[in-house]
């Protein structure tokens, strides 16, 4: 996926739901986002319209593209929604004021407000992100250590921060759409993806305060370190790594990046990498077997790092 390129979308499957009439969209999409009223304003037909997303419990991703131009109410209830055009521009009524957000921009939809898009055209294809209010205001405490703040109704994803999160988010429903194993079910690991997703949220978006730059110290990296070497199969979050520091998420990152050039999940997975090498060369076991034993759960990932830091596939260091 092109981080390049804000636009770049998760592919919609073939296998999206059909649609009959307007009645069934405004369904789907109550099910897989938010509760609406959806009237359409011009000529089209439902049937050209295309919903996809996953359910992570606390999140939602959803994609959505409509066959025709819509005037679309909801109230978020109980949830924020992040709105990211793919395509096209959106406009949005929040209150009493209007966010116009193109391609590399985002709109922020507090919770329980009432918000209306007036004129949802086809050309703007959506990628929609749902987080529990509740849940975006512990983790603001957790990750930044400070008190909640009012979100921003647009946000620039355009920097390189915006553009990870958003590459983030795509690939994270990619993964749980395609996956038909039952790890990418699993409540608990959705709960991680979902405080993952919302970690990478905060910090993208989030702007630092001046005392966030101070105060990390090696031991604080290096307590991390020791405990990712101890037991690199784990799946950490970044929420547990901070609670393990007893600092917020924002100054692991930058304890990481300051002292050993790389963020936390880089190091994670080059240790697991590193790991799962020295198994490969001992044999005994398949190439899955050894991803899995090392929490490298995606195993096209898996061979593509792997071929990238061995010059070689893991079958091919199996073989020898």
Excluded at 20 to 31: F, M, P, Q, T
Excluded at 71 to 80: E, I, K, M, V
Excluded at 194 to 206: E, H, K, P
Excluded at 223 to 233: F, G, L, V
């Amino acid at each position: 996926m092109d981080q390049d390129d804000p636009s770049t979308a998760p592919p919609l499957r073939a296998s999206s739901p059909s649609f009959d009439d307007w009645d069934g969209v405004r369904d789907a999409l109550a099910n897989a986002y938010f509760p609406n009223l959806m009237r359409p304003i011009t000529a089209g037909p439902a049937s050209a319209s295309a919903l996809d997303g996953v359910d992570l419990g606390p999140c939602r991703v959803a994609h959505i593209a409509l066959g025709a131009t819509v005037s679309l109410r909801t109230d978020h209830p109980g949830a924020y929604a992040i709105n990211i055009p793919l395509a096209g521009v959106l406009s949005t009524e929040i209150g009493s004021g209007t966010v116009e957000s193109a391609v590399g921009q985002a709109t922020v939809c507090p919770p329980d407000t009432p918000t209306k898009m007036p004129g949802l055209e086809p050309s703007c294809r959506l990628l929609g992100f749902r987080v529990d209010a509740d849940l975006l205001a512990r983790e603001y405490e957790r990750v930044l250590a400070r008190r909640p703040q009012p979100l921003h109704p647009q946000i620039d994803l355009r920097c390189d921060d915006g553009r990870e999160w958003l590459s983030l988010l795509q690939a994270t429903m990619i993964h749980v759409r395609d996956s038909r194993s039952r790890v990418t079910t699993d409540p608990r690991l959705l709960a991680q993806l979902s405080s993952t997703l919302i970690t990478g949220f905060l910090l993208a978006t989030t702007p630092e305060e001046s005392n966030d730059r101070n105060g990390t110290r090696p031991r604080i990296v290096r307590r991390i370190i020791d405990a990712i070497e101890d037991d690199p199969a784990r799946p950490w979050t970044p929420a547990e790594m901070a609670e393990l520091a007893g600092v917020s998420v924002r100054r692991v990152q930058q304890g990481f990046r300051e002292y050993v050039g790389k963020t936390p999940f880089q190091y994670l997975r080059d240790v697991r990498l590193e790991r799962a090498h020295l198994d490969l060369i001992d044999g005994g076991a398949t190439v899955t077997e050894v991803a899995m034993r090392w929490g490298l759960t995606h195993t096209g990932r898996f061979a593509a790092d792997y071929r990238l830091r061995y010059g070689r596939s893991p079958s091919e260091t199996l073989a020898r």
